[in-house]
Every structure is written in C-alpha cells, then in structure tokens.
C-alpha cells in the first residue's frame, strides 16, 4: 500500500513539474507551423544571445540557454517534435527533456558548430571548397647608394607558383569534373561521437573540399598551380636603407581554390660607395686637403650625392674638423626634407718634398715661438711637468 502510495506521490510531481514547463515554441520564440530552418535560425539567435561564454557569472542567462539547448532537441528532432506535439511535455520526458535528460548529439551538435561560427568569428571547419592563401615570397635585390638616396625602377625575376592555364587551377583535366568525396559525402568534414558530443574535423581524403580529383590535370599534376618565371617592375622609394623591406601585395604564390595570393617581400641591400657613408638619413664623407690649404685657408672641391660643389676651407682648419652641409643628405623615408652632409677634414703631410719647400719649412719652424703656436707651447709645457723636469 504504502508503495503505491509513493508512486502515486512521484507520478503527481511528475505531472506537477510537466505542468510547470514553458511550452517549447514559447521558448523558442516560433510558431507551431514553423519549418525545421525556421526553429534552427531561431535558436542560433538565442542561443548566441544567451551563451555563459557571453554572460559570465549570469544565472539566469545560463538557465535560460539551458531552456533553449532543451527546446531545440525536442524540436529539431522529428520525431521527438511529434511525440511533444501529441503529448506534450510528458511524450518527450523520457526521451529529450527534463527530467530525463536532453541529448546533445546528432542535429544538437550540428548546430552547435553553427553557433560557435557566429559566436567566435570564424568559419566551421571543414567547409567544402574552402580556399588557402598562397605563401609569401621573398626575393634580395641590391641597389647602389645613389639608387637608395633617389629612387629607382628595377626588374627582378623570380619563380612562383601561379595559376595552371590548363586546367585554370581547379586541378582537374579538361573534359572531366571532381567526384565527390565518398569519405565526407561532399561536406568537408568528417565526425565522430565522443561521449555525448557528436565531434567534426575537416575530411582527411579530401582536405576539407568535399570533392576529390580522380583525373588529375596533366599540367600540374592536379595541383591548380604551376611554377613560373615572374617578371615584375619593383619601384625603389628614395630614401631606402640597408635592411629595408618592401612589401608588395599579391605578388607572393597564387592560392588555392579561390585562395587569394600571398605577398611578395623584396629586402634591399645598398652596395657600399668609395666615399660616401650613411648614418641614418645624413652622408659622411672625408676630404684630404693640402697642409698649406688647411694653415693659410682656401678653397676645396668636395663631393655630394648631387655631384661636386666649391667648399671655402677657413685658414687655421684642423685635421678630422667636420663642416656641414645642409640638406644634402638622404630624403626621409616616412618623413618629408632631407638630411644634411657632413664633411670631415682630412690633413694631407707630403711624404717627400723639395730643397726649397724643405728650407720655407725650416723657416716656418724657426717662427715656433710666435703667438700662433700658443696651444702648442702650452701642450710643451705641460708635457714638460709630466715628464717632471
């Protein structure tokens, strides 16, 4: 008696707890007559809106997506949605919903991957004729130091990987068509039950395609691309360095079913100049001048990027002096103006004279206690005491 009495309790809870669930279309947000398309795009819209990845530490939007998950497998199941269209809540309790559980796999999880599309920003993995990018390329070409202070246009050829004009990149040979792969049945993707999710990844005989090749182009092998010589015009901006890269867009290996191209990187090497250095966007050059010309002053002959110009060299100059030429220098890059040229001195001694330079010269010295050798008199001075005498 008395057990029949508690299951007479448990059935009324049962009842009870049935009356109490929200109708599934209510949930859902759909009508009764809606096709399976209709609950499907109704869920995803909830279901993302609901999410606790989306609702952290929101109680009552995870019960609420706990609502929808339980609707939508009752609905989008059809014979689950015609036991509850019959029965109700209590058709379906021992089959999809609470209390008994929902089931997550088959259809459940198909939308799932949906969800996690829209919700994270990316594509589903596995989508038939999905396109790959190309690689990127890369390629050195050097320029000479006046080419990277101006600017130039240079050729360059290089091999890439470029469309396959036999069979125009889909692979196949011409007069035949892919076949669909039998592994993926044509979506891309394969899956597999783990637990109580149905899992997907992308189809290993047909690399996510949904199509394989079984007459290959003879061309390229079945490819899409061949390699080729590429013949292209590189415009060099004024004001490159050592070191730079230029990137140029499209120009790397063509893609893959409709990938797009990668980029081609061009790095630059500036051949060294006899006798212009670079620091930054200024030139450095030395100049040797004559003794005479560095005591007495006078004017030099120096050269610039733009060619030579007349430098006035004061008397008195002193060797590794640096005289500076503004705006000279190298264009800036990122930047508009130039650098400037800096001009170090250097002081030439002859390494032979004549009897008659040699005795101006001995003349010259005999002067050496003139105020003009003041700073060498000091240093004599002061050179005496270190040497203590």
């Known amino acids: 008696m008395w057990r029949a009495s508690l299951q007479l309790t448990k059935t009324l809870e049962t009842v009870e707890l049935m009356a109490a669930k929200r109708d599934y279309y209510e949930i859902l947000e759909v009508g009764r007559d809606s096709n399976p398309e209709e609950i499907k795009k109704a869920y995803r819209r909830l279901a993302i809106q609901f999410h606790p990845d989306r609702n952290p530490d929101n109680k009552e939007a995870e019960d609420k997506f706990k609502e929808l998950s339980e609707a939508y497998s009752v609905l989008s199941d059809q014979e689950k949605r015609r036991l509850y269209d019959q ?4 058709g379906v309790s021992r089959d999809g919903g609470f209390p008994g559980g929902f089931d997550f796999s088959g259809s459940f999880a198909d939308i799932f991957s949906d969800i996690f599309q829209d919700f994270f920003g990316g594509g589903r993995p596995g989508r038939q004729q999905r396109g790959y990018r190309g690689d990127d390329l890369r390629y050195r070409i050097a320029v000479t130091f006046e080419e990277a202070v101006f600017g130039a246009e240079k050729e360059i050829t290089y091999p890439r990987l470029s469309e396959c004009e036999r069979c125009l990149g889909d692979g196949v040979e011409p007069g035949h068509s892919p076949a669909t792969c039998a592994m993926c049945e044509g979506r891309g993707e394969v899956r597999y039950q783990q637990a109580f999710f149905t899992m997907a990844r992308t189809c290993p005989n047909c690399g996510g395609r949904g199509k394989v090749i079984e007459h290959p182009c ?8 061949k390699r080729k010589q590429r013949t292209l015009t590189v415009r060099i901006p004024p004001g490159v360095d050592d070191g730079n890269r230029l990137r ?3 120009e790397g290996d063509g893609g893959v079913s409709g990938g797009g191209s990668g980029d081609l990187f061009v ?7 006899p006798f212009f250095m670079r620091e930054n966007d200024d030139i450095i050059c030395e100049v040797p001048i004559r003794m ?3 005591a007495v002053g006078g004017t030099v002959e120096v050269p610039t990027i733009e060619g030579p110009i007349e430098l006035k060299i004061p008397g008195g100059t002193q060797p590794g002096q640096v005289f500076n030429l503004r705006g000279k220098g190298v264009p800036r890059l990122h930047g508009s103006g130039r650098g400037d040229q800096y001009v170090r001195i250097n002081v030439e001694v002859p ?34 005491r270190y040497k203590g005498e």
């Not at 029965?87 to 209590?90: D, I, K, T």
């Open 87 to 90: 029965f109700g809540h209590a």
């Open 218 to 225: 003879t061309g390229c092998r079945g490819e899409g691309r």
């Open 248 to 250: 140029i867009r499209g």
């Open 267 to 273: 790095q630059i090497e500036v051949k060294e100049h």
């Open 292 to 294: 005479e010309v560095a």
């Open 351 to 384: 390494h032979k004279i004549s009897k008659k330079q040699k005795q101006l010269l001995e003349e010259f010295t005999s002067e050496s206690k003139s105020s003009a050798y003041k700073a060498v008199s000091r240093f004599s001075k002061e050179f005496s």
